[in-house]
């Protein structure tokens, strides 16, 4: 795969809007500003998704990540209280020695990891160049026979229809695993969430607990008794 | 001890200059205007890394969380540069790889969902959200 032209220019563009988006984030001192440095980070990956002809996950990443998880965590920041924060008294990162120490592990991780991709994709070119000419002319042609869409601007892929044959016919387990796997999600983030007055109305709470906690909170003896 | 660091770092300087001196800015930028699936692969990587630095690094637990969302993240850049990169090569599996990172997006949000629900459930019992604050697990 080697991109020419203005693919190779948006490359750049959204990779290093990534990689800022994604360093601003972990160092930006308001937790708002790194969620929406983060919200920038996954757009920007999301167009590199569609310069990898993935155009059905690139929608998936902006519907699921911006869409739900970001705000998600846009409520919780806002339901936190990080006032200190925000007006410098805290310290947002760990003791200096912690922060020096991972910070000279991940250079040498990257460092290593550089190294190690140029190397492996070198061996890697070798071993498939033959096997890329000789299919790349196939795809041309395929590419070629594509239905025009409503437009007649552009070409419909194929790459979503691939997408959701895979996913039923080879992945429909754990498809399913998944859906399971949500569900058990929504269920234990509505039980982690309860406060103890919602965990007394449905009389989920040991007795002594809700009399110890009733100093701070009278009405919850109330509540007890009015049941 | 100067020659074992310069037999340790040959490698890295090899890789860079490959070319005599006068061609080397040419190499560059030669290559810089066509990326391959290396170039994605870097990418991948350096985003992971950001994101482990932002979980060793950082204290407050909801940035913590996005970085590891930045980890995920990256993962799924890497499954689909591959995956791109079979399709080249006309592997069978060729989608195998985006199949994959619907998964990766399932088990996030799922993560997400669920750490959150806890950070709320711990700031209402302990008031803070600095992880080396919340410490009741310790003996």
């Known amino acids: ?227 | 001890m100067h020659i074992f660091l310069l037999k340790l770092f040959t490698p890295f300087f090899s890789l860079l200059f490959q070319e005599p001196a006068q061609g080397r800015m040419a190499l560059v930028w030669e290559r810089a205007q066509h990326p391959d699936l290396s170039k994605f692969l870097i990418i991948g990587a350096l985003l992971f890394i950001i994101g482990v630095a932002g979980v060793l690094t950082r204290r407050n637990i909801i940035v913590i969380f996005m970085s590891i969302e930045l980890i995920l993240n990256a993962a799924n850049l890497n499954f689909l540069a591959m995956s791109r990169y079979l399709q080249e090569t006309g592997s069978v599996n060729a989608v195998a790889g985006q199949i994959f990172a619907v998964f990766v997006i399932v088990v996030a949000a799922a993560e997400a969902a669920i750490g959150l629900g806890i950070v709320i459930a711990l700031y209402r019992n302990k008031e803070t959200i600095w992880v080396d604050e919340i410490d009741i697990l310790k003996w």
């Open chain 1, 1 to 227: 795969m080697i991109l020419s032209g203005w693919e190779a220019v948006f490359f750049w563009v959204f990779s290093i809007a990534a990689i800022f988006a994604a360093l601003l984030t972990v160092m930006a001192r308001n937790t708002i500003h790194s969620a929406l440095f983060l919200i920038s980070s996954l757009v920007s990956v999301a167009a590199l998704f569609i310069i990898l002809q993935a155009e059905f996950l690139a929608g998936v990443q902006i519907l699921v990540y911006v869409g739900g998880v970001m705000v998600l965590f846009l409520f919780v920041i806002m339901l936190v209280n990080v006032g200190e924060e925000e007006r410098g008294q805290e310290e947002i990162f760990n003791r200096s020695r912690q922060v020096t120490t991972s910070v000279i592990f991940c250079g040498l991780l990257v460092a290593g990891l550089i190294y190690a991709l140029n190397v492996g994709y070198d061996g890697l070119q070798k071993r498939d160049a033959a096997t890329i000419a000789k299919t790349s002319a196939d795809r041309q042609t395929a590419d070629q026979n594509l239905n025009a869409s409503a437009t007649g601007a552009s070409k419909i892929t194929k790459g979503t229809e691939w997408v959701g044959n895979g996913l039923y016919r080879f992945g429909s387990l754990p498809f399913e695993v998944a859906s399971v796997l949500l569900l058990v999600a929504i269920i234990g983030s509505v039980m982690l969430a309860r406060t103890l007055k919602q965990e007394a109305a449905v009389d989920d709470v040991a007795p002594d607990v809700l009399e110890k906690q009733a100093i701070d909170d009278p009405e919850l003896l109330e509540m007890k008794a009015t049941e």
